[in-house]
């Protein structure tokens, strides 16, 4: 068995190998078409744009890892199966647990090299690249700019629209500025037409505009509106560099650029949180009632007890205490813990003591709507980043499951050739890949649970497999032969005399 278990592994190691480089050099190659462009135009060095197609590749890898397997054991057992080998090794008493063996410690072992890989590296290299592509965005923003769509100018603060934009005189016609830099005002600015333009310190941007008008509301009073005409008006938009500048620090991370258990302390926090407004809103519900019926108000118990981390991170925290120097760990707990409480108008503070407040029966029904709505808000964000913690196991689990899957597809078809090993791996890549990307969407939306949306792919696909493995055994290595001989061979024993 030592040496059928080597000749299986050197027969599904190269073409793993090949199907990983070749599927990550095609995602990669898709991906310089359609940004190459736009990275040239900005006038960008080409260290940068390298650097952005460099730090592309760790997320290309964390895609076409589980499709290699899959590729690689389509291709490897139908070409066994069509020589013969298979059937060979059946006839010499080897089972087909045996022969699954070798090929499913294989898959726990990628699964695993996945599994560190999604959680360690790819993490740090998607919060690099989302950094790097906010710096490039900044540049030349006129570049990106196009007609009848809105474009960002300055993220999260400018946006424009125009109907027409000259690529050499940058004249607009039919402008839409939205300008969302007050935290309680927004301004909408219409005008007929006008120009855009640097400052000569080439980090301004100036819109000089004719003919329109402002309209501006307030966010906190909606009665409130103000609309001014102009002839003629200049508007002036601060930090938008012409040159390429890279930022020194950038400690906001989004659920991509987390690790494991980073996502599991901001779910726990949510989680937390979520409770405690739950709590505070049947308490004030509780309190309504008693109130009505002339009881006094009771005590709101808000304290939640701190749950416990999984075995992993409390081993990789004690692996990373003893490697890491102690200030260096302070600061990132200081940074960390910065960074898991981006919501505003969450209290703070886990530990709450009983609190008794007294309400207007007129704004009780306003606080229990506003803290059920802000519970809703926690739900919301626990869902969104337990699926990002969930999704990288179902992604390194997917390694092992494609294995299952792969066998007795190509024991049932082993002269597939080139023809199964890219029909059957696109259709079984497609609908693990839509179910994950559709259970996600579901997920976020709170239609169905995390856990749930994740993994349902890696069952459907885990139970077909076993089922396949099931009917390989039972009806043996040799294929029956195809359906139209079946049915003429029926045909041909039915009219016999």
């Not at 730090?55 to 139908?78: C, E, G, H, K, N």
């Not at 309504?288 to 075995?311: F, H, K, M, Q, Y």
């Amino acid at each position: 068995m030592r040496i059928l278990t080597r000749y299986l592994l050197k027969q599904h190691a190269r073409p793993f190998f090949f199907a990983l480089s070749a599927l990550t050099c095609f995602e990669l190659i898709r991906q310089i078409a359609r940004k190459l462009g736009d990275l040239m135009g900005k006038g960008l060095p080409w260290s940068v744009i390298l650097e952005f197609f460099l730090l592309t590749i760790p997320f290309l890898i964390a895609i076409t890892l589980s499709m290699s397997v899959l590729v690689a054991v389509l291709y490897t057992m139908s070409t066994m199966s069509g020589d013969r080998e298979v059937t060979a090794m059946r006839a010499g008493g080897v089972s087909l647990g045996q022969l699954l063996r070798p090929l499913l410690v294989a898959g726990t072992l990628v699964a695993l090299i996945s599994f560190v890989f999604n959680d360690q590296i790819l993490p740090r290299t998607n919060h690099r690249l989302r950094s790097l592509m906010t710096d490039i965005y900044r540049t030349k923003p006129t570049f990106s700019i196009k007609p009848h769509v809105i474009n960002e100018v300055q993220s999260g603060r400018v946006m424009l629209r125009t109907a027409h934009i000259d690529p050499a005189t940058y004249q607009l016609r039919d402008v839409t500025l939205y300008n969302l830099e007050e935290a309680v005002r927004n301004r909408t600015i219409y005008a007929d037409s006008g120009y855009l333009a640097f400052a000569p310190n080439q980090e301004d941007l100036y819109f000089t505009l004719y003919d329109g008008s402002i309209h501006e509301f307030d966010r906190n009073d909606p009665r409130t509106f103000q609309q001014t005409d102009f002839t003629r008006q200049l508007i002036l938009v601060r930090g938008v560099g012409s040159e390429f500048v890279r930022r020194e620090t950038d400690d906001y991370r989004g659920d991509r650029e987390l690790g494991v258990c980073q996502l599991e302390e901001v779910v726990l926090d949510a989680r937390r949180d979520r409770l405690r407004l739950e709590r505070q809103a049947d308490g004030a519900e509780l309190n309504g009632l008693r109130a009505l019926v002339g009881l006094p108000e009771i005590p709101v118990d808000t304290a939640i007890s701190p749950p416990r981390r999984n075995l992993y991170c409390r081993a990789l925290a004690l692996v990373k205490s003893w490697i890491t120097p102690t200030e260096l760990e302070a600061q990132e707990a200081q940074r960390d813990s910065a960074m898991r409480r981006p919501d505003v108008g969450i209290d703070e503070g886990y530990e709450a003591a009983p609190v008794v407040r007294r309400v207007r029966p007129r704004d009780r029904s306003n606080e229990i709507r506003l803290l059920r709505d802000r519970s809703k808000t926690a739900l919301t964000r626990e869902s969104v980043y337990l699926v990002e913690l969930h999704k990288k196991g179902s992604i390194a689990l997917a390694c092992i499951v494609f294995v299952l899957v792969g066998v007795p597809l190509a024991l049932r078809f082993p002269r597939g050739g080139m023809g199964l090993v890219l029909g059957a791996g696109m259709a079984v890549f497609a609908v693990y890949y839509v179910g994950l990307i559709a259970g996600e969407s579901l997920a976020n939306r709170l239609v169905v649970h995390p856990f749930v949306a994740m993994y349902a792919s890696n069952i459907l696909m885990g139970a077909l497999g076993l089922g396949g493995l099931w009917l390989v055994q039972r009806q043996g290595t040799t294929p029956p032969p195809p359906l139209p001989v079946r049915l003429w061979r029926r045909l041909r024993k039915r009219g016999a005399p």
